[in-house]
T-cell receptor, first 111, second 115 residues
């Protein structure tokens, strides 16, 4: 059965810290991995990663996929209170239109 | 604000009521989705529409009935719901479907409470 596992489940840091969120996947006919940030309501799209291994960056956020390890990391540098959210990763497959979501990592950033 | 608009934002309904959730996008996306999300859980897929045709039904109970009148609109008709159906219902759209590497764009959701 396809699955996506995220770690840690929860993370508490102070502003200015750097954090690394992990996502491992077992997806049949894997196509890509998506990262989303969910605050109160809508998950907002952050990155799409493929087995090409190309790193994606947006401001203080960056992410890369390791196809040998079947995993991805999301880095956030110089964290701010506005980064507090649940970060979801989801795998996609060539076989289906269904995203396989992980359980999420809850990040809390305190001043 | 997102480019996927959902109404209403909140809905309280009794178990005998009939109500509808609405979703609209004007990004020219051809795939639309309904997800259900319980507290502290990831979104669970309910339905996928691709080019206005239902392509996935994740064995959802018939008390939930989706409808896609055109490529910009998606409805979810609710009837005889149970209290355990209380959740955040998220609509999403994508240019193509997920298998074609199209990221999903989510709406803000409808917070549904069944009493």
């Amino acid at each position: 059965e396809d699955k996506v596992v995220q770690s840690p489940l929860s993370l508490v840091v102070h502003e200015g810290d750097t954090v690394t969120l992990n996502c491992s996947y077992e997806v049949t006919n894997f196509r890509s991995l998506l990262w989303y940030k969910q605050e109160k309501k809508a998950p907002t799209f952050l990155f799409m990663l493929t087995s090409s291994g190309i790193e994606k960056k947006s401001g203080r956020l960056s992410s890369i996929l390791d196809k040998k390890e079947l995993s991805s990391i999301l880095n956030i540098t110089a964290t701010q209170t506005g980064d507090s959210a649940i970060y979801l990763c989801a795998g996609t497959s060539y076989n289906t239109d269904k995203l396989i979501f992980g359980t999420g990592t809850r990040l809390q950033v305190f001043p | 604000d997102t480019e996927v608009t959902q109404t209403p934002k909140h809905l309280v309904m009794g178990m005998t009521n009939k109500k509808s959730l609405k979703c609209e996008q004007h990004m020219g996306h051809r795939a639309m989705y309904w997800y259900k999300q319980k507290a502290k859980k990831p979104p669970e897929l309910m339905f996928v529409y691709s080019y206005e045709k239902l392509s996935i039904n994740e064995s959802v109970p018939s008390r939930f009935s989706p409808e896609c009148p055109n490529s910009s609109l998606l409805n979810l008709h609710l009837h005889a719901l149970q209290p355990e159906d209380s959740a955040l219902y998220l609509c999403a759209s994508s240019r193509g479907t997920a298998r074609y590497n199209s990221p999903l764009h989510f709406g803000n959701g409808t917070r549904l409470t069944v009493t």
